[in-house]
């Protein structure tokens, strides 16, 4: 139990030591539906790629029905608050695993074109900000499930400690319980030696009362006689 508490906690202060990131959005481009247009990236230094996926799906859903194509999340018909708030944009967006971690790319698709810095560079503003946000709330996601383990730690620990207490209450139960035992073996051995001594005294004197009642007995015997002795004088 103390090795595995001591691991946790070795793993929690690492954990608190390490962490610090930024999430940094770029513009960057990819290849959709057989061109280059524009979109925003992001790279969150986790590599549970499929817990990124599941949070980013979790917020693409909220745009619309996602569909996948050659290797895109899309949705042709998407409601993005601030970008597409009353006319539907079309979005697409893809998920790698690379060697620092998850990136998110993301393009949004508004009246035939892009958006992008050339085109409706205020909406590319928000996608970036938007794009930001999210990643922010993943690392915030993160470090609230290290928080809830750390927890976990804590009362695996302070229910370690109070079995520990419990251990010690019952060692010094049973020390006293002993000890009482002990103090009442003592008197009965001292009270078995004063017992002891009285039988031998006993056993001693009975053995002088024997030889004694034997004497008696003698003497009785004798008497008898004198007086047996006493018929052959009558006559």
């Known amino acids: 139990m103390k090795k595995l508490t001591s691991t946790l906690t070795l793993i929690l202060l690492f954990s608190v030591f390490a962490f610090s990131q930024t999430v940094v ?13 524009p979109g925003v990236t992001t790279t969150l230094e986790i590599k549970d790629v499929k817990d990124v996926e599941k949070q980013w799906m979790n917020q693409f859903k909220s745009y619309g029905r996602v569909t996948e194509k050659n290797g895109f999340f899309v949705v042709q018909e998407a409601y993005i608050p601030k970008i ?19 990136m998110i790319w993301w393009g949004i698709e508004f009246g ?76 009965r051995l001292a009270q078995n030696r004063v017992d002891s001594t009285n039988i031998s005294n006993l056993i001693n004197q009975n053995q002088i009362d024997q030889k004694e009642s034997l004497l008696e007995i003698e003497k009785l015997k004798e008497a008898k006689e004198l007086i047996k002795k006493k018929l052959e004088g009558i006559k």
């Not at 959005?25 to 247009?37: L, Q, Y």
């Not at 597409?84 to 998850?102: D, H, Q, V, W, Y």
């Not at 990643?135 to 109070?162: C, F």
């Open 112 to 187: 035939g074109e892009f958006v992008g810095p050339d085109h409706h560079p205020t909406k590319m503003k928000v996608a970036k900000e938007t794009l930001h946000q999210f990643g922010v709330d993943v690392y915030v996601n993160k470090v609230n499930r290290e928080i809830e383990e750390a927890e976990r730690a804590v009362q695996l620990e302070v229910k370690s400690y109070e079995s520990l207490v419990k251990s010690g209450e019952n060692f010094s139960t049973e020390f006293e319980k002993n000890h009482l035992q002990k103090l009442k073996l003592q008197e």
């Open 25 to 37: 959005v770029k513009e960057e481009s990819d290849r959709v539906e057989g061109k280059e247009v």
């Open 84 to 102: 597409a708030s009353n006319n539907p944009a079309r979005t697409f967006s893809r998920i790698l695993l690379t060697e620092e971690g998850t």
